[in-house]
């Protein structure tokens, strides 16, 4: 029987008959088996080949060993930071390092005037003023320094006052204490102490009601003054400021030209 395949129509759609339609049936399966296998073969060496191409593509791309990151805000600030090659840069961290350690101890100076400020209120509102009568006094001597040792000379410094014996009243009653002048390193500075100290004068103190015979000089000038230490903090300060100031911005500067390199 001979089969004739009209044009148009799908050889499937035709009426199977007897045992040749059968042969011919499984004749049709086989060959359409046999390409979709052929099909899949090339399609599965065309995306091997295809990938095989991109990891080579891959494998070229020329990889740079420069960290900067650029996002969408602009360039992002390196985490590998370049040390600067100029000679200069060793004296820069030296003035940055210093510029710390002059504000950090201008932060101390000003914690130190504070409590001064507020040690001279306290004696100020609480002691109690009086007017001492010197009776007697003499020039001492005071040395300070460290020990000698087996074979070598130990140094030391002296330092002379004037150290006397005052009477001054208390609540009506004459009390009688012990006052030292301010100590100096010359014997000069004693001297003209003891020349104003003599016996009958009247010094201005100031008593501790709650402990009588602790005394001090109302005027005394080698005490700290609150005045003082804050004076010298503000020295601190200031270049501290300044030299912190100019080690940021060369180093932003350096970080620039880092970025544009």
């Known amino acids: 029987m001979n089969w004739h395949r009209n044009p148009g129509v799908n050889i499937w759609d035709e009426p199977l008959r007897g045992g040749k339609s059968k042969a011919l049936e499984q004749q049709w399966t086989s060959v359409i088996c046999s390409r979709r296998l052929v099909h899949r073969r090339l399609r599965g060496q065309s995306l091997t080949l295809e990938s095989t191409q991109m990891q080579s593509a891959i494998d070229t791309t ?141 010094i201005a103190i100031q008593y501790n009601p709650s402990n009588p015979g602790k005394i001090r000089l109302v005027d005394n000038p080698d005490e700290v003054t609150a005045m003082g230490s804050l004076r010298v903090a503000v020295y601190f300060f200031l270049p501290g400021m300044l030299l912190v100031l100019a080690g940021r911005s060369d180093r932003g500067d350096s970080e620039k030209s880092n970025v544009q390199r």
């Open 62 to 202: 020329p990889v740079s060993d420069d960290p900067t990151i650029t996002t969408l805000f602009g360039p992002r600030k390196s985490a590998r930071v370049t040390p600067d090659p100029s000679p200069g840069s060793a004296l820069k961290n030296f003035g940055r390092f210093l510029g710390r350690a002059l504000v950090a101890s201008s932060m101390l100076l000003f914690l130190l005037s504070g409590y001064l400020a507020f040690n001279h209120y306290w004696v100020q509102t609480r002691w109690t003023k009086s007017e001492a009568t010197v009776l007697s006094g003499e020039i001492r001597q005071r040395s300070s320094g460290s020990t000698s040792r087996a074979g070598s000379v130990g140094t030391s410094s002296k330092t002379y006052f004037v150290h006397c014996t005052v009477t001054y009243p208390v609540a009506g009653e004459i009390r009688q204490s012990q006052l030292d002048a301010p100590g100096s390193p010359y014997s000069i500075d004693a001297q003209v102490w003891a020349s104003s100290w003599l016996p009958g004068q009247h």
